[in-house]
Every structure is written in C-alpha cells, then in structure tokens.
C-alpha cells in the first residue's frame, strides 16, 4: 500500500501562484508514476499532470499546459505541483496519485492510490 498526504492548497487571486506537494510512504519503491488529478464541482475527476520516475517524462492537461509544472524529489518521495497564473476554473480539489504502471498507462487512468485532496481555490 500507498499513503499520500497532499499539502499547500489554499484561496489565490487570479493571476496569483500556488504551490502543492505529496508527500508519499510506504510501498514507494512501486510508485513507478506519480501524478495530479482534480475534482471541480459537480465534474467528474479529471487529469492533471503525471510525471515518470526519473521525471524525464511529463504529461499535462490542455488545459494546465504551460502554467502548471510538475516535479518529484525521489530520495523524498515527494511530488509537487508549481501552479502560475491561476485561473477561477482551477478551482477544484487536488488529489495526489501513485501508479504502478508506466506514465502512458497512468495517463489514460490506471492509478492505484490517491490521497485525500487539497482544496484549491482560485477568486476572480
């Protein structure tokens, strides 16, 4: 198993930056791809970012593309996601997530573990 403790959500201005990490534990060694996803009010949970175990591979949404960076510290186990220029449609809750599958499959929606989430929201 996978526990993943999300942190750094909070209320921004449009146009303002925030910054999220996860922090992960126990069965890291598997967590082959870690990633972000988001739930915004009355939508279904949608892709964020994912990002390889070397972190030389990256995926992002359209529409983050640009303005959200994703990273992770291994020796940490630790992911975070850098997000510019915010807008009040990034208002959602944001959940980490760890999955044994390489970063394609991960993309396409094999996640096996998610953390609890961290409200972002973003006022116009």
């Known amino acids: 198993q996978v526990q993943l403790v999300e942190s750094g959500g909070g209320l921004v201005q449009a146009g303002d930056s925030l910054s999220l990490s996860c922090l992960a534990s126990g069965r890291t060694t598997s967590a082959n791809t870690m990633g972000w996803l988001r739930q915004a009010p009355g939508k279904e949970r949608e892709f964020v970012a994912a990002?390889?175990?070397?972190?030389?591979?990256?995926f992002y949404a359209d529409a983050v593309k640009g303005r959200f960076t994703i990273s992770r510290d291994n020796a940490k186990n630790t992911v975070y996601l850098q997000m510019n220029s915010l807008q009040p449609e990034d208002t959602a809750v944001y959940y980490c997530a760890v999955s044994f599958n390489l970063i394609i499959a991960a993309r396409r929606g094999n996640w096996n573990y998610w953390g609890q989430g961290t409200q972002v929201t973003v006022s116009s």
């Open positions: 990002i390889s175990w070397g972190g030389s591979t990256t």
